[in-house]
């Protein structure tokens, strides 16, 4: 865990973690890594998401109930982990205030960027300090070079390095994270629909993914993720292989992921921001 965290609970033992919960296997890696180390923690499980056992059930539009769930337990820190799709005005209805709270953000922001800012002030504004999970599991950051038994050869070294500043810019234009590169050409960007989707249309034989975190990303809220789906989505479409930045993404199930791509003959490697 980080230093700045332990040194905040050798001088408040009392400090207790909120983990507010989607979807995936990340939010039960935390809940494991708590127990482990005597961390006092409650989960809130954001319901149409989460798939942990949760102390407290919450829409993710009924903000003041979660916010009044955290105080009585006393809770002085939140991780927001697992994924969730972008709220609607069905998920959002009936809490007034959390309507009204992102139909600002949205009206001011041209992208996800400003409207998590916009979060993390409104979380901060409730008296709780927001955590990334990359403080307590750093192991699950993307490390330097493979992870696979395959590297990628020399001769796609530019067109990697065209890739990634490709991805550096689209994040900076706060419209994604992830491009793919093919013969040496930017074929997809990421859009709203995420990663996922543009892999599913766009993916074909021989491209590689590019993911790279946000420039103005705010780390402790929205890391860029791979992991075994991706892997296999890449692979469905007989990619070459997925390049992803280096302490600056996280990586799920590092084991499952690297077999997957091992299978279909794919790289998956990390790399430093900054052109290789």
């Not at 009206?107 to 504004?125: M, N, V």
Request: hydrophobic content about 45%; proline content about 4%; glycine content about 8%.
């Amino acid at each position: 865990m980080s230093a700045e965290w332990q040194a905040r609970l050798n001088q408040n033992p009392a400090m207790k973690l909120g983990i507010i919960a989607g979807g995936g296997s990340l939010p039960s890696q935390l809940v494991d890594h708590c127990q482990k180390h005597n961390i006092e923690y409650v989960v809130v499980g954001l319901e149409g998401f989460a798939e942990i056992e949760s102390d407290f059930y919450s829409r993710i539009g009924l903000a003041n109930k979660i916010f009044l769930f955290l105080d009585i337990k006393k809770v002085t820190d939140v991780v927001l982990i697992g994924s969730v799709e972008r709220p609607t005005i069905q998920n959002l209805w009936p809490d007034w205030e959390t309507f009204i709270f992102f139909l600002k953000a949205w009206l001011k922001s041209f992208g996800d960027s400003r409207l998590l800012d916009a979060a993390r002030l409104e979380i901060e504004k409730r008296g709780f300090t927001v955590r990334g999970v990359h403080e307590f599991l750093p192991e699950l950051l993307m490390p330097e070079g493979a992870i696979t038994k395959i590297m990628p050869a020399p001769k796609f070294d530019d067109e990697i390095e065209l890739g990634f500043i490709a991805a550096k810019k689209h994040g900076e234009a706060d419209k994604g994270q992830s491009v793919i590169i093919l013969n040496g050409n930017v074929i997809a960007r990421e859009g709203k629909s995420g990663t996922s989707a543009m892999i599913r249309e766009h993916g074909r034989k021989g491209a590689i993914l590019v993911k790279a975190c946000k420039p103005q990303q705010d780390r402790n809220l929205d890391l860029p993720t791979i992991g075994p789906e991706t892997a296999q989505l890449c692979a469905n479409r007989k990619m070459r292989g997925i390049i992803a930045e280096a302490g600056a993404t996280l990586l799920v199930d590092r084991a499952k992921t690297a077999q997957i791509a091992d299978q279909h003959q794919m790289f998956i490697m990390g790399i430093k921001n900054e052109p290789i």
